[in-house]
């Protein structure tokens, strides 16, 4: 990190190693992850939403 990036907070920094590890394990997209990342982070993140990012990125692989 260099001095102008903002230092990350306990709750930010395990939302971005969830994320990460998701999008490795193929459980969510890039794409995703964004808005994930942000719910969490907050807090605002709910079961159904869960399921939705889940599904959508099962859905997606298995089109390909």
């Given at each position: ?6 230092i990350e ?22 794409y995703s ?21 889940v599904e ?9």
């Open positions: 990190m260099s001095t102008t990036d903002p907070t306990p709750a930010e920094s395990l939302t971005r190693q969830i994320v990460e590890r998701l999008i490795a394990e193929g459980l969510i997209s890039k992850a964004h808005e994930l990342q942000s719910k969490l982070a907050t807090g605002k993140l709910r079961a159904e939403d869960w399921r939705l990012l959508l990125s099962s859905h997606k692989e298995r089109k390909q």
